[in-house]
């Protein structure tokens, strides 16, 4: 079931910030002083960061940001969606499909968005200029958990539903990374006919779970990285698949607990070494907190490693026979960034997808949308400047 697109505004209620901050003031620390990132969320940071945002961030200043773009809801196959849509400032605009991740939310592609609507106006072709749709994944911020329909695998058939029946394109392009890199990638494959081509930031881990006999030197070198970043930093990865109702309270009550299960992974998969705000402002860390924060999302955010981690036989057989008819067939462009979790050399992407441009950028990380926004968006101007008048 479908509905015509509503405007929507982002308007938390005033009692949900005056709860926040008692929850802030009430924060109980642990004895805990360190002042690294060796262990998880660096003690003495955090408590910096919970000061700050008790006493100088302003979130309604951040939200009246946020309501600056054109947000809509949605009832696409009896989920209610939340997207931001805007119109691309050009002779021929694209449409283009943004997709983010975890734990981040629509927020990844703020600074992409003005970039890629309005080239002209930031320094680049208006020739080159999107019509920009990013939605929040079903279960994150504004939008409905979707626990049915296949999960995670069946995202990519209600975004296509979005950009066809309910936006009227008939044509687009798609950029993703972390869950959005899989749910482009299974936009590609199962709807080749709609989508010009794919950009990507990353490799779905999924692919490593199958490993070929005939592997290079550098596929063997990047799974054992796949591996050793399992065993040393993929236990949050696990736990939210094995038992999301676990660790979903305490977060969903505590304010500052929210924060540093957060925090810790920009800092970890951003280009920013010890000094987090080198990639990233508080005001950034925070706002993407509290979208999480205010829509007491943190629990259904958890559902793509749930459906990934309980997925049946027939379903990995389904998926597969998917890719091996589709993902090849549609032009795909990477832009790999040095300090996100595991960079993939470009023969194990090769075995996947129809790979029409491969960029390895010279700094960035995980959300490279947010960190490097103008390497990004020149890498995808100059990808689909080609496909903008492919025959179908």
Same mark, same amino acid.
């Given at each position: 079931?479908?509905?015509?697109?509503e405007?929507?505004?982002?308007?938390?209620?005033?009692?949900?910030?005056?709860?926040?901050?008692?929850?802030?003031?009430?924060?109980?620390?642990?004895?805990?002083?360190? !002042?690294?990132?060796?262990?998880?969320?660096?003690?003495?940071?955090?408590?910096?960061?919970?000061?700050?945002?008790?006493?100088?961030?302003?979130?309604?200043?951040?939200?009246?940001?946020?309501?600056?773009?054109?947000?809509f809801?949605?009832?696409?196959?009896?989920?209610?969606?939340?997207?931001?849509?805007?119109?691309?400032?050009?002779p021929?605009?694209?449409?283009?499909?943004l997709?983010?991740?975890?734990?981040?939310s629509?927020?990844?592609?703020?600074?992409?968005?003005p970039?890629?609507?309005?080239?002209? *106006?930031?320094?680049?072709?208006?020739?080159?200029s999107?019509?920009?749709?990013?939605?929040?994944?079903?279960?994150?911020?504004?939008?409905?958990?979707?626990?049915?329909?296949?999960?995670v695998?069946?995202?990519?058939?209600?975004?296509?539903?979005?950009?066809?029946?309910?936006?009227g394109?008939?044509?687009?392009?798609?950029?993703?990374?972390?869950?959005?890199?899989?749910?482009?990638?299974?936009l590609?494959?199962?709807?080749?006919?709609?989508v010009?081509?794919?950009?990507?930031?990353?490799?779905?881990?999924?692919?490593?779970?199958?490993?070929?006999d005939?592997?290079s030197?550098?596929?063997?070198?990047?799974?054992?990285?796949?591996?050793?970043?399992?065993?040393?930093?993929?236990?949050?990865?696990?736990?939210?698949?094995?038992?999301?109702?676990?660790?979903?309270?305490?977060? *969903?009550?505590?304010?500052?607990?929210?924060?540093?299960?957060?925090?810790?992974?920009?800092?970890?998969?951003? !280009?920013?070494?010890?000094?987090?705000?080198?990639?990233?402002?508080?005001?950034?860390?925070?706002? *993407?907190?509290?979208?999480?924060?205010?829509?007491?999302?943190?629990?259904?955010?958890?559902?793509?490693?749930?459906?990934?981690?309980?997925?049946?036989?027939?379903?990995?057989?389904?998926?597969?026979?998917?890719?091996?008819i589709?993902?090849? *067939?549609?032009?795909?462009?990477?832009?790999?960034?040095?300090?996100?979790?595991?960079?993939?050399?470009?023969?194990?992407?090769?075995?996947?997808?129809?790979?029409?441009?491969?960029?390895?950028?010279?700094?960035?990380?995980?959300?490279?949308?947010?960190?490097?926004?103008e390497?990004?968006?020149?890498?995808?101007?100059?990808?689909?400047r080609?496909?903008?008048?492919?025959?179908?």
């Amino acid at each position: 079931m479908k509905q015509a697109p509503e405007p929507f505004k982002i308007a938390t209620p005033d009692a949900v910030l005056l709860d926040l901050r008692r929850r802030l003031d009430d924060t109980r620390w642990t004895t805990d002083t360190a !002042d690294d990132w060796r262990e998880g969320m660096n003690p003495t940071y955090l408590r910096e960061l919970v000061g700050y945002w008790r006493n100088g961030y302003d979130w309604r200043a951040q939200e009246a940001k946020l309501n600056a773009f054109h947000h809509f809801h949605a009832k696409v196959d009896d989920t209610r969606l939340h997207f931001v849509h805007e119109h691309g400032k050009g002779p021929a605009p694209l449409p283009l499909l943004l997709t983010h991740g975890y734990p981040d939310s629509f927020y990844r592609f703020s600074k992409l968005i003005p970039l890629l609507t309005d080239p002209a *106006n930031n320094g680049g072709d208006p020739a080159d200029s999107f019509d920009v749709v990013v939605p929040s994944l079903p279960g994150y911020g504004y939008s409905e958990a979707r626990p049915d329909h296949g999960g995670v695998f069946g995202f990519g058939d209600l975004l296509h539903t979005l950009m066809k029946d309910v936006l009227g394109y008939e044509r687009f392009g798609a950029h993703g990374g972390d869950w959005g890199s899989t749910v482009t990638e299974h936009l590609a494959r199962s709807h080749a006919r709609s989508v010009v081509g794919i950009h990507l930031t990353d490799i779905p881990f999924w692919h490593s779970m199958r490993r070929p006999d005939d592997l290079s030197h550098a596929e063997r070198a990047f799974l054992q990285k796949i591996d050793d970043f399992q065993k040393g930093g993929g236990a949050y990865a696990m736990l939210q698949g094995t038992r999301p109702r676990t660790p979903t309270p305490a977060l *969903n009550d505590s304010p500052a607990g929210l924060a540093a299960w957060i925090v810790e992974k920009f800092q970890q998969w951003s !280009d920013c070494g010890d000094d987090i705000e080198t990639s990233f402002t508080k005001d950034e860390l925070l706002t *993407n907190v509290m979208i999480y924060w205010t829509t007491g999302t943190i629990g259904t955010s958890f559902q793509p490693y749930r459906d990934v981690m309980h997925v049946d036989p027939i379903r990995i057989v389904k998926e597969v026979a998917k890719g091996m008819i589709g993902s090849s *067939n549609t032009p795909a462009g990477f832009a790999l960034f040095p300090k996100d979790i595991t960079p993939p050399p470009r023969e194990w992407g090769e075995r996947f997808y129809n790979i029409q441009r491969w960029s390895e950028m010279p700094r960035g990380g995980h959300f490279a949308a947010l960190e490097q926004p103008e390497l990004l968006v020149n890498e995808i101007r100059e990808f689909f400047r080609p496909l903008r008048t492919r025959d179908e």
